[in-house]
C-alpha cells in the first residue's frame, strides 16, 4: 500500500461505504464518509433520534434533526484519523475514541473524539458523539516501517528499517530486527521508501516576505506597499511562513536577524506541531547603518562605538538571542578598517563572555577571516571576493566555524534586477497564494524603478560575481569554487537560503539551494548531512538533526533515493514534526 491521503488518514484501509456490520466497520465507514464529503453516507450513520447526543466544549446538544441540517455544508481539507480504540460495552452497545487532525483554511487543530454505538435492526448506530481539541497533547506513536532509513549522521543507510516515534521523540530506529512495532503504536508501511532527518534552514529572516516589499532598500515600492504595514503584517501572521517551512521538509530554522518580536517565536514555536522550531537572534549589528528600520523600532543596530556593541550584546543575552549576528560590510569610502575589526572583536569578545556564539555575515575573505579571528561561530554567507585561501581554512578550523554557503540567494535579486520572475513549480505549491502573486508581479514592476545606489553598494561583490542566467554553470561562480574547498578541508558545512529576501521564498527556496550545494561538488549524503546534522550544531541543538533514538521526532518519508540525487528531497511523501504526520499535500497551499 502507497503513503497517500486516504492512507495515513485512515492507517487502515477502508472502503467508504463500508457495511456497517460490527461497530469498528461503523467507525470507519464514519470516518471514510467525511473524506469522500458524503452527506447522506455520513448521515446514515447516526442514530436518527431526538436523543442523539454530541457533546463538545460547550456542552451537550441533543436531536437528529438539527445535527442533519448542520451537516454537508462545509467539510475539512483534511481529516486524519488515528489510534481507533473499540470497547465493547453490552452486546448491544460499544463505546468508541479515535484522535483527530483537521486541517481547512484557517490552521490546524488536533483532538481527541468519541462514539457511543447501540446495535439496531439497521446495523450499528451512533447514539453520542464527542469531540474535543486537545491543542497540547503529544501525537500518538507511530511506526514507520519498511523504508531505508539515511539517518543523517553520514552512516551507511539501513534497508528495511523501523521508526517508531512516541511523545515527539524517536522512541527507536534502526534495522526491523532491532526495532520491534510498538502493539499501541498505528503503523505505516513504507516499503520503497526513504526516511531522513527533517531538514533545517539555518539562515531565515520572518522579518522579510520573500519579495521586494519587504526590501525597499532594493526596490522602493513603498507607495503601493507601505513599508509598516508589510511588517506589521509580517509580525501577525508568521503562520503561512511555518506551513511553506514544513510543506518543504524544513522542521527547525534560524532567523539569523530581524525585529525584536522575532525573538518570541523561539517561544512560540518550541513544542509546536505546527510550526519548525525557529532559533532566533533579533535585531543585528551593523558596520554600516542601513536606514532600513521602523519608525519605532530597529532591525539593524549601527555599531557606532564600542560602548554601543558591548551594551547591545548584553541586551540581547537579556532578551533570550540565541546569538549575535553582525553585518560585517566596509563601508563604500575608503574604510577605517582598524575601527571596524576593532568593533567586530569588541561584539565577539562581549559575546563570549555572556555566553552568545557570534555568527556573521562577511562575503569578503577579508571580512570572513577577522570575523574567524573575532571568534565567529558560523558564516552565514559564502565568501565571494576571492578564493578561500589556506589561512582562511586554518582559521576556520582553529575557531571550530561551521560555513553556510547561502548560494541561490543572489539569483533572487536577479530576477528583480531583470524584472523576471523564474518560478520553481513544485516548490511553489508550498507558498500562500498572495506571497505567489507578489512573486508572479515582479515581471510587471516598471524598469524606471531601478535599484538605488545603497543596493548596489552593498550587494556588488556578490552581484558582480554571478552573471545572470548562470544555469548549469554555477559550479564556475566563486561560491561554488569556494563551498567544495571549505568542504574539502574539512570544514563543517550547513544549509542556509537566506530565505525572506525578494524571491528567494520562505521553505519553498531550500530545494534550489540544495541542488546547488550538489552542483558545487559535494555527494549527495554531504549534502544532506549539512542540511541536518551539521545545521542542528549551527542552531546549538543537540537533539536534533539525526534519526535516532532519543532526537526530537522531525523526519521525511521520501519516494525516492536522495543518496542518488539531492533533487529526490523534493519527492516527499510525509513530513513528520514532533511525532505528528502529515502528508505532504495536507501541508500545501490550494
Ligand atoms: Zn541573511
Not at 559575546?351 to 558564516?379: C, M, N, Q, S, Y
Amino acid at each position: 500500500m502507497s503513503i497517500n491521503h486516504a492512507a495515513l488518514g485512515l492507517l487502515l484501509a477502508v472502503g467508504p461505504l463500508a457495511a456497517q456490520n460490527t461497530p469498528l466497520d461503523a467507525f470507519r465507514g464514519n470516518i471514510a464518509a467525511i473524506h469522500s464529503r458524503n452527506r447522506a453516507a455520513y448521515l446514515s450513520h447516526y442514530l436518527h433520534t431526538p436523543a442523539l447526543a454530541r457533546v463538545g466544549p460547550d456542552g451537550l446538544r441533543q436531536g437528529y434533526d438539527t445535527f442533519a441540517a448542520g451537516v454537508g455544508t462545509s467539510w475539512p481539507d483534511t481529516l486524519v484519523a488515528t489510534q481507533f480504540r473499540i470497547v465493547p460495552v453490552t452486546p448491544d452497545v460499544v463505546y468508541g475514541a479515535y484522535r483527530y487532525r483537521v486541517v481547512d483554511s484557517s490552521g490546524s487543530v488536533r483532538g481527541v473524539s468519541e462514539r457511543v454505538f447501540v446495535r439496531t435492526p439497521e446495523g450499528w448506530k451512533i447514539a453520542v458523539t464527542t469531540a474535543f481539541p486537545t491543542p497540547d497533547a503529544t501525537p500518538p506513536p507511530l511506526a514507520i516501517v519498511g523504508a531505508t532509513l539515511v539517518d543523517g549522521t553520514g552512516a551507511a543507510p539501513v534497508r528495511d528499517a523501523v521508526v517508531v516515534t512516541r511523545n515527539g521523540r524517536i522512541a527507536c530506529a534502526g534495522a526491523r530486527m532491532s526495532c520491534p512495532v510498538p502493539p499501541d503504536a498505528d503503523s505505516v508501511r513504507a516499503t520503497g521508501k526513504w526516511i531522513v532527518p527533517g531538514l533545517i534552514d539555518t539562515h531565515v529572516h520572518f522579518s522579510q516576505t520573500g519579495w521586494v516589499d519587504g526590501r525597499p532598500d532594493a526596490l522602493d515600492l513603498r507607495a503601493r506597499y507601505p513599508y509598516e504595514a508589510v511588517e506589521a503584517e509580517l509580525h501577525r501572521r508568521p503562520d503561512r511562513f511555518f506551513r511553506s517551512y514544513l510543506c518543504s521538509g524544513v522542521t527547525s530554522v534560524f532567523d539569523v536577524g530581524g525585529y525584536a518580536w522575532t525573538l518570541d517565536l523561539q517561544t512560540s514555536t518550541g513544542r509546536s506541531t505546527t510550526a519548525p522550531r525557529v532559533v532566533a537572534v533579533g535585531p543585528l549589528l551593523s558596520t554600516i547603518d542601513p536606514w532600513l528600520n521602523l519608525p519605532d523600532q530597529r532591525q539593524f543596530i549601527y555599531m557606532a562605538d564600542e560602548a554601543t556593541v558591548r551594551q547591545a550584546v548584553r541586551a540581547h543575552k537579556a532578551w533570550g538571542a540565541a546569538a549575535i549576528k553582525v553585518w560585517y560590510i566596509m563601508p563604500p569610502q575608503p574604510p577605517d578598517t582598524a575601527r571596524m575589526s576593532a568593533l567586530v572583536h569588541a561584539a565577539g569578545d562581549e559575546a563570549r563572555k555572556v555566553g552568545l556564539p557570534l555568527i556573521v555575515h562577511a562575503t569578503g575573505l577579508w571580512e570572513a577571516k577577522d570575523a574567524l579571528r573575532a571568534g565567529a561561530r558560523v558564516l552565514v554567507h559564502s565568501v565571494w571576493s576571492a578564493p578561500v585561501d589556506d589561512e582562511f581554512l586554518a582559521l576556520a578550523r582553529r575557531a571550530g566555524a561551521i560555513y553556510v554557503p547561502t548560494l541561490t540567494v543572489p539569483d533572487g535579486y536577479g530576477q528583480v534586477t531583470a524584472r523576471h520572475f523564474l518560478p520553481d513549480r513544485g516548490a511553489l505549491r508550498c507558498v500562500d497564494r498572495a506571497t505567489r502573486a507578489k512573486a508572479f508581479a515582479t515581471d510587471t514592476v516598471a524598469l524606471a524603478q531601478a535599484p538605488p545606489q545603497s543596493l548596489r553598494q552593498r550587494l556588488g561583490r556578490i552581484v558582480r560575481s554571478l552573471a545572470p542566467g548562470l544555469g548549469s554553470t554555477r559550479r564556475h561562480d566563486q561560491g561554488a569554487l569556494n563551498l567544495k574547498r571549505v568542504f574539502d578541508a574539512g570544514i563543517p558545512v550547513a544549509l542556509g537560503t537566506d530565505a525572506g529576501n525578494p524571491l528567494t521564498l520562505h521553505g519553498a527556496s531550500v530545494f534550489r539551494e540544495l541542488e546547488a550545494m550538489q552542483a558545487s561538488g559535494l555527494a549527495p549524503r554531504d549534502v544532506l548531512v549539512a542540511a541536518t546534522r551539521n545545521a542542528a550544531r549551527a542552531l546549538d541543538l543537540d537533539s536534533t538533526g539525526t534519526v535516532t533514538g532519543g532526537a526530537v521526532a522531525d523526519l521525511l518519508v521520501l519516494d525516492a533515493d536522495p543518496l542518488a540525487d539531492i533533487r529526490h528531497l523534493r519527492d516527499i511523501a510525509l513530513v513528520i514534526h514532533r511525532g505528528e504526520a502529515y502528508t505532504r499535500r495536507e501541508l500545501e497551499y490550494p
